[in-house]
């Protein structure tokens, strides 16, 4: 059972919004321990580190083909992580995954990262 859930994803068209939301499946784990990373994948293709927020949320990273198109953001009164998707292209299209690490966004890479959710479709139409 994956201890984290995602949400908000679906069908949206080129330059169109989205939020997705990454919550706790069980109201004993906390998110706020952990830095938090979302991550995508295409069909076909490996999965890719998007974005990532610090235990603090003073510290956020972003892949370069979502800079400035996607922010990142925590509510540890909410114990849940977001990801805001603002003018979203066919590229963007996967499903986005959220995952924990005790570590501080140093990196994407996947062993660095210990609990995952089952993912949300993100989907962008041209």
């Known amino acids: 059972q994956s201890q984290l859930v995602e949400s908000g994803g679906g069908l949206v068209q080129s330059g169109g919004s989205l939020r997705l939301s990454c919550a706790s499946a069980t109201s004993s784990f906390t998110l706020g321990y952990y830095a938090i990373a979302w991550f995508r994948q295409a069909l076909g293709k490996d999965r890719e580190g998007v974005s990532c927020?610090?235990?603090?949320?003073?510290?956020?990273t972003y892949v370069d083909s979502v800079k400035g198109r996607f922010t990142v953001s925590r509510d540890r009164a909410k114990n849940e992580v977001y990801l805001e998707m603002n003018n979203v292209q066919p590229e963007d299209t996967g499903r986005y995954y959220c995952?924990?690490?005790?570590?501080?966004?140093?990196?994407?890479?996947?062993?660095?990262?210990?609990?995952w959710g089952q993912g949300t479709q993100v989907t962008v139409s041209s």
């Open positions: 995952a924990t690490s005790w570590g501080h966004c140093e990196d994407y890479a996947l062993e660095s990262y210990d609990y």
């Open positions: 927020i610090s235990s603090n949320g003073k510290k956020t």
